[in-house]
């Protein structure tokens, strides 16, 4: 009997023993599936955080290689631009070259330096030119004064006797760069107009330019 009862005992116990097992095992399987859900989802968003990082890195490299070679294109476009209106200006160097070389050249320079007098507005001028034009504003210099005075006198009322002369000073000739023309200085030097068939070039380029652009490059940003 009592042998019974001690048998009993010890089922019960096993048998609570078994299920305390099983219950923990159920337990330790369901956290331990549990955590490894967590591990693989968080696993899983680094992943993708990780993609979205190298994906948007790459669309950055992409966007400044884009903005390098548009760049780079630009930068060729304005240089053609620039070298084709530079040849321009120089075939328009070469048609004032040959003006200098017209019939009508002396006539210009007369027209040149009485524009010069009139804006330099000094009394004591002094003319340079090259040294093949030298010969030629000695000759047209007495009538083109006589029209600067005529000119200021019918402005002003006031009748000047200016004292123009031609440098003959070997080491001040203009160049040939100029295509001609004349630059006048007053002052020793401090005041000068520049009348050269380039300097006129240039303020015409200077002047015109955006229309320029317009017919060559219509379209132009």
């Not at 095992?25 to 490894?36: A, I, P, Y």
């Not at 070039?201 to 379209?219: D, G, K, Q, T």
Request: hydrophobic share 35%; glycine share 4%.
């Amino acid at each position: 009997m009592a042998s019974d009862q001690i048998r009993q005992m010890v089922n019960f116990i096993l048998q609570e023993a078994h299920e305390k097992a099983n219950e923990i095992r159920v337990k330790t399987e369901h956290d331990f599936n549990l955590e490894k859900q967590t591990l693989v989802h968080e696993a899983k968003l680094n992943i993708q955080e990780e993609f979205a990082k190298k994906e948007k890195d790459r669309e950055i490299q992409e966007r400044i290689q884009r903005s390098a070679e548009i760049g780079e294109c630009r930068v060729k476009k304005m240089k053609v631009r620039d070298d084709l209106l530079q040849t321009l200006v120089s075939e328009a160097g070469s048609k004032c070259a040959m003006i200098a070389r017209g019939p009508n050249y002396a006539h210009l320079l007369q027209k040149l330096i009485v524009q010069g007098l009139v804006k330099i507005e000094e009394n004591e001028v002094t003319i340079f030119t090259r040294e093949e034009d030298v010969s030629v504003v000695k000759q047209i210099l007495p009538e083109a004064i006589e029209e600067y005075v005529s000119i200021m006198e019918r402005e002003s009322g006031i009748k000047l006797t200016p004292e123009v002369t031609v440098s003959e000073d070997s080491t001040k000739f203009l160049g040939e760069s100029t295509h001609g023309g004349v630059t006048l200085k007053a002052y020793d030097g401090k005041i000068v107009c520049d009348n050269t068939m380039t300097a006129r070039l240039n303020l015409v380029y200077e002047e015109l330019l955006p229309s320029i652009r317009a017919i060559l490059f219509p379209s132009d940003d």
